[in-house]
């Protein structure tokens, strides 16, 4: 069988462009390009995670994984485009209302939103959970029927539950899947509490963060000493939320932590960089 290899000027028609597709939250501006104006180099946002990325999000329970992947959703189906959300930990009756809640808080046309977002609820299904292939087959038609151009999965861990030796194996089917479809994508994946919580390392070890094109990771910390509250100047047991590019190999991006939280209307919003808002709390 002939070796199978390319010069690297036959691969500029198949490159795809570099542009960002937006989240709704300040991560739009933390990744970026460096483009060539004249004789100098400049540094502009990408407006959004970037196109045909597959991102992990991950982070310990209750960090806002699940917020800013609704967050994406919305922001996508209100923009025109269609998206597909396969729920696997909570049904999707639960699911509408969540993502109806947040279309209020963003200002979105729900009606379009509606329109604009597929649902497979693999939350109730044991062949859809237990069986990649049979989700996978239901996702391909799902796109091919909707034009879907965004996928969310919700969360990836809920499909390598019982069995985390296979998880590399699960991921990598649906890490390429997701490439052969050209979708832009976001992969929650959940922490057991044994593992650091700034690390990507998610439940089945490294298996998302080594494979997926980036990853994001969100953290939360309970202020429950007098050192806290003088570091953060926040009051006892409230909660500082942070959130990281942990890495990207598609493009560059800011890989500070940054401090957000999830507002009453129960949204992402990121505030500012952690060491400018201790610096600022400390004044």
């Known amino acids: 069988m002939a070796e199978r290899y390319y010069e690297l000027s036959e691969l500029e028609a198949k490159a795809p462009k570099l ?28 407006g959004g995670i970037p196109h045909l990325a597959v991102m992990n999000v991950t982070g310990v329970p209750d960090s ?11 922001t996508q189906a209100n923009a025109g485009y269609k998206v597909l959300f396969v729920t696997v930990e909570s ?20 009606s379009k939103v509606e329109k604009n977002i597929v649902v497979i609820d693999a939350s109730e299904s044991d062949e859809l959970r237990e069986n990649p292939k049979a989700l996978l087959d239901t996702m391909a038609y799902a796109i091919r029927e909707k034009k879907v151009t965004n996928v969310i999965i919700d969360s990836i861990t809920g499909l390598y539950e019982h069995k985390e030796v296979m998880a590399r194996q699960i991921v990598r089917q649906f890490f390429n899947f997701l490439k052969k479809w050209k979708q832009t994508a976001i992969l929650v994946s959940q922490k057991r509490s044994a593992q650091a919580s700034e690390s990507a390392e998610a439940a089945g070890g490294l298996a998302v963060a080594h494979i997926v ?11 429950e000493t007098r050192w806290d509250v003088s570091l953060y100047g926040l009051p006892l047991g409230s909660v500082l939320r942070t959130i990281r590019i942990d890495g990207c190999r598609l493009t560059a991006h800011d890989s500070r932590s940054w401090v957000f939280e999830i507002t009453e209307m129960g949204t992402v919003e990121i505030l500012a960089p952690l060491s400018d808002f201790i610096k600022k709390k400390a004044r």
């Open 19 to 46: 542009f960002g597709i937006p989240t709704g939250t300040k991560l739009d501006e933390m990744f970026y390009k460096i483009e060539q104006e004249g004789d100098e180099y400049v540094k502009k946002p990408l």
């Open 64 to 74: 806002g994984k699940s917020v800013l992947a609704e967050q994406f959703a919305v």
């Open 91 to 110: 049904p999707a009756n639960f699911l509408y209302t969540a993502l109806k809640q947040k279309s209020v808080a963003l200002g979105a046309d729900f």
């Open 213 to 223: 094109d980036g990853t994001i990771v969100m953290d939360k910390k309970l202020i």
